[in-house]
């Protein structure tokens, strides 16, 4: 694996490169001064000036305030999208592998790689790890939002539509946008202390954990002409619980528990004695977070601007596994005597670095950019086993290591003129874009068959570190892919009340081939208070690289000790091929929308109906039998699969009164499986079709003065289902009701300059329904950590302190 030590003393001398820069520049324009942030947006539209309101597409835009006075859980992005967002959906989830340390979000229902994620209009990187054991975004390598400091971030803007045909792959559901902020001057340092205040009534206790403390600074530097603005974050969370009283494993669902002996023998004593007791885990695993971030520009003597920014990311984190009985095929007594739980131990390491040239040439406005992503996902085990290797395996495990880099260059021109009488502007730009993506293997205890054959429940000894195997070097990989394309973006203002857009994007990969998509959008001014708006587009999600070669697997003891293996293969590998697995190709789209805006005064309301159809959705498919290849007894591999139709819509109002401001929206979704291989898993339609809230209602209300500051929020969650199938016909099923969620936020200011607040996620303590007992797994896990999307961590309460310069 590379080291990113290089990269971070890159970083660090950016500041140190910039400033030589802008004192060998002359005087200059002030190109590099923040733009009127409250008026334009950079996604959705590539005319100069474009705001939200006059976008013929949907897009939302969160300021810099929205992002401090959030009333949510450490500040946190993805919470502040979900929060504000109606169509944003982004669970805690629980017991996940590595779902736990990377959070992933979805749009309209989508998956969460079907949402292009931005940096200054310019591509992110997704993470390295793909997540397998996670309900929602199963399958899907997902931008990780919480890499990027929250006090570096001027704005957020959310693109409500797809947009394939301007931005590329991946923007099927939409576009999220975040900029980066660019003040030459001031700034700011905060911190926050909170935790959970909770009480767990299924164990009737008042508990006090998930301890969050966060530490930030921004600060602006002029640089002559030009801006130099860093920032950085420190957050460290403690680990929350909210499992129930242990009643112990009373029958053998082979997908979480091996043989254990049964209750009530002599044999099974040791598990017994553990009834009644909290021995799993539900919640938030530990976390310690360093995210830091520049932005920086200068304006050269030929009036174009030399720009950069980036950002780093250092996160330690933690997520619990299912728990081991002390007398199990899946431990070793003599080295856990009481049972153990297998605790997943990640190092994320995310880089990121951006540079470009931008300014006007021949009345060409002109943006030449290179940049360059990488996300490394260290990961482990800690208090595990590999019960074959007896009294002499380690606790401790190495299990991989994977690392996804990304290097995307762009060459764009933009300008208006006039056809006639009619205004015009036209974009045009070139892609090329490099991925890579290798891994490593594992510890050699962490995947290899040790001595031991009989297990201490009365089966076989497990194989591997418990919670996971390890990679091991045959399944390891090294690949890359190019890409190449070039699109052509152009608007018309027909009259001074009707706007066209058009786009087409041409896109060349190496592996899979090329595609070509296209959109129509319009907006229509009726009067001057009411307009609509309209889009129709094709767009699609090229295979990730994660998707096309997933590898790993899981080995067991067969008859007579021979070593049997369920394996995890990349699509192009011969076995899978013999077994209908073929080269994955683009997910395809195609998507409608119509609304309208009507506003008056300080009231306005938006309404925009969506369908997005998705032919050949890319999933994880089930386990196939494999006959008559030696050591191997079953096969799963990633592909084309599914079709889908999503249907549904947004409505959002406001209202500004005096020193008040409120908000209502709504969302509701619905996304159906038009097509699927016979056989297709019944849990895998639950997770496509109704494990997301079926709908979701936000009202918000401000109100400020020169002193305080107060928000009030509601969010209502809608409905959601989950669907088991344990085999055997045994598919229990629980519907879980809606729930709101009550934020606060009162912020008293001090003096002009320092302030301090208190504040509450969830205020009123409210938890989701109980999962009923096929579910719980036995009273363990009382709520549904998979797909619940308020999580099950009750009540957050915070105090926090800012001070500006």
């Keep these: 694996m590379k080291t990113l030590?290089?990269?971070?003393?890159?970083?660090?001398?950016?500041?140190?490169?910039?400033?030589?820069?802008?004192?060998?520049?002359?005087?200059?324009?002030?190109?590099?001064?923040?733009?009127?942030?409250?008026?334009?947006?950079?996604?959705g539209s590539r005319s100069p000036g474009r705001s939200a309101e006059d976008s013929p597409v949907p897009v939302d835009v969160l300021t810099a305030d929205d992002l401090v006075q959030s009333g949510t859980i450490g500040g946190e992005i993805g919470s502040l999208l979900q929060s504000n967002i109606p169509s944003f959906n982004m669970p805690r989830q629980s017991n996940s592998d590595q779902a736990d340390m990377v959070r992933a979000a979805q749009l309209r229902g989508l998956n969460p790689d079907q949402v292009l994620v931005l940096v200054n209009g310019k591509r992110r990187h997704t993470s390295s790890v793909i997540s397998v054991e996670s309900k929602l975004g199963r399958g899907s390598a997902a931008v990780d939002f919480n890499n990027i400091p929250t006090s570096a971030i001027e704005r957020i803007e959310v693109l409500r539509d797809g947009a394939a045909a301007q931005y590329g792959s991946d923007a099927i559901a939409g576009v999220i946008n975040i900029v980066l902020k660019q003040g030459s001057e001031g700034g700011n340092i905060s911190a926050s202390y909170?935790?959970?205040?909770?009480?767990?009534?299924?164990?009737?206790?008042?508990?006090?954990?998930?301890?969050?403390?966060?530490?930030?600074?921004?600060?602006?530097?002029?640089?002559?002409?030009?801006?130099?603005?860093?920032?950085?974050?420190?957050?460290?969370?403690?680990?929350?619980?909210?499992?129930?009283?242990?009643?112990?494993?009373?029958?053998?669902?082979?997908?979480?528990?091996?043989?254990?002996?049964?209750?009530?023998?002599?044999?099974?004593?040791?598990?017994?004695?553990?009834?009644?007791?909290?021995?799993?885990?539900?919640?938030?695993?530990?976390?310690?977070?360093?995210?830091?971030?520049?932005?920086?520009?200068?304006?050269?003597?030929?009036g174009f601007e030399l720009y950069s920014f980036g950002t780093y990311s250092d996160r330690d984190a933690q997520g619990a596994n299912f728990f081991r009985y002390p007398v199990a095929d899946d431990n070793v007594a003599a080295i856990h005597p009481a049972g153990f739980l297998p605790i997943g131990v990640a190092k994320v390491t995310d880089f990121s670095l951006a540079a470009g040239l931008k300014g006007e040439l021949s009345d060409w406005r002109v943006d030449g950019s290179f940049v360059f992503g990488q996300n490394t996902f260290d990961d482990n085990l800690e208090n595990s086993v590999n019960p074959s290797l007896g009294a002499a395996s380690p606790t401790s495990f190495h299990r991989a290591e994977y690392e996804y880099s990304q290097t995307v260059i762009n060459l764009d021109a933009s300008r208006g003129f006039d056809l006639g009488n009619l205004p015009v502007n036209i974009a045009t730009g070139l892609e090329f874009r490099r991925e890579s993506y290798e891994s490593s293997a594992g510890d050699e205890a962490s995947y290899i068959a040790g001595p031991v054959t009989a297990g201490e429940g009365g089966g076989t000894a497990r194989i591997g570190s418990q919670g996971g195997s390890g990679l091991r070097p045959d399944e390891t990989f090294d690949v890359d892919r190019d890409s190449f394309a070039v699109f052509l973006d152009a608007e018309f203002e027909l009259t001074e009340a009707v706007l066209l857009s058009a786009a087409v994007r041409f896109e060349d990969f190496d592996d899979f081939g090329n595609t070509t998509n296209g959109k129509l959008a319009a907006r229509w001014e009726l009067t001057d208070d009411f307009a609509v708006r309209g889009a129709v587009s094709t767009g699609f999600r090229a295979p990730s690289l994660a998707q096309a070669f997933f590898s790993g697997s899981s080995t067991s003891f067969g008859p007579g000790g021979a070593l049997i293996s369920t394996v995890n293969l990349p699509t192009s590998d011969p076995l899978a091929i013999a077994n209908g697995a073929a080269e994955l190709e683009p997910e395809e789209s195609d998507s409608r929308s119509i609304g309208f805006i009507w506003g008056h005064d300080a009231f306005s309301v938006t309404f925009d109906y969506y369908e997005i159809d998705i032919d050949d959705r890319i999933v994880l498919g089930g386990t196939l039998p494999v006959t008559g290849v030696p050591g191997i007894e079953g096969i799963r591999f990633f592909g084309n699969a599914i079709d889908t139709e999503t249907e549904g819509f947004d409505l959002v109002a406001t209202y500004s009164l005096d020193q008040w401001n409120f908000s209502a929206a709504y969302n509701d979704s619905e996304t159906t499986v038009v097509k699927s291989p016979a056989g297709f898993s019944i849990e895998?339609?639950?997770?496509?079709?109704?494990?997301?809230?079926?709908?979701?209602?936000?009202?918000?209300?401000?109100?400020?003065?020169?002193?305080?500051?107060?928000?009030?929020?509601?969010?209502?969650?809608?409905?959601?289902?989950?669907?088991?199938?344990?085999?055997?016909?045994?598919?229990?099923?629980?519907?879980?009701?809606?729930?709101?969620?009550?934020?606060?936020?009162?912020?008293?200011?001090?003096?002009?300059?320092?302030?301090?607040?208190?504040?509450?996620?969830?205020?009123?303590?409210?938890?989701?329904?109980?999962?009923?007992?096929?579910?719980?797994?036995?009273?363990?896990?009382?709520?549904?950590?998979?797909?619940?999307?308020?999580?099950?961590?009750?009540?957050?309460?915070?105090?926090?302190?800012?001070?500006?310069?």
Excluded at 15 to 21: D, H, I, K, N, P
Excluded at 715 to 722: L, Y
Excluded at 734 to 759: H, K, L, M, P, R
């Design 194 to 302: 909170g935790a959970h205040m909770t009480s767990v009534d299924v164990i009737d206790e008042d508990i006090t954990d998930g301890q969050t403390a966060v530490f930030s600074f921004n600060r602006g530097f002029s640089l002559g002409d030009g801006y130099l603005n860093v920032s950085g974050e420190y957050r460290d969370r403690s680990a929350t619980n909210r499992a129930g009283f242990d009643q112990l494993p009373t029958i053998g669902f082979a997908e979480f528990i091996v043989p254990v002996p049964p209750s009530g023998t002599p044999e099974a004593a040791p598990n017994d004695a553990l009834a009644g007791q909290r021995n799993y885990r539900l919640g938030d695993g530990e976390s310690e977070d360093i995210n830091l971030s520049f932005s920086a520009g200068v304006g050269l003597d030929s």
């Design 684 to 805: 895998e339609i639950n997770t496509l079709e109704t494990a997301a809230p079926e709908d979701k209602v936000i009202l918000s209300t401000t109100w400020s003065n020169d002193r305080v500051s107060v928000l009030l929020r509601g969010v209502r969650f809608g409905e959601t289902k989950r669907v088991f199938d344990f085999g055997g016909g045994f598919e229990p099923t629980q519907i879980y009701d809606a729930e709101w969620s009550i934020d606060t936020d009162v912020q008293f200011n001090i003096s002009d300059s320092w302030s301090v607040a208190v504040g509450a996620n969830n205020l009123l303590d409210e938890y989701p329904d109980e999962s009923i007992f096929d579910i719980s797994f036995f009273g363990n896990l009382p709520y549904d950590g998979g797909i619940v999307p308020s999580g099950v961590n009750g009540r957050f309460v915070y105090l926090r302190t800012s001070y500006d310069f």
């Design 5 to 43: 030590t290089g990269e971070i003393l890159v970083f660090a001398s950016i500041a140190t490169l910039f400033s030589g820069a802008s004192l060998a520049q002359g005087s200059s324009s002030s190109s590099a001064s923040s733009p009127d942030l409250e008026e334009i947006t950079v996604v």
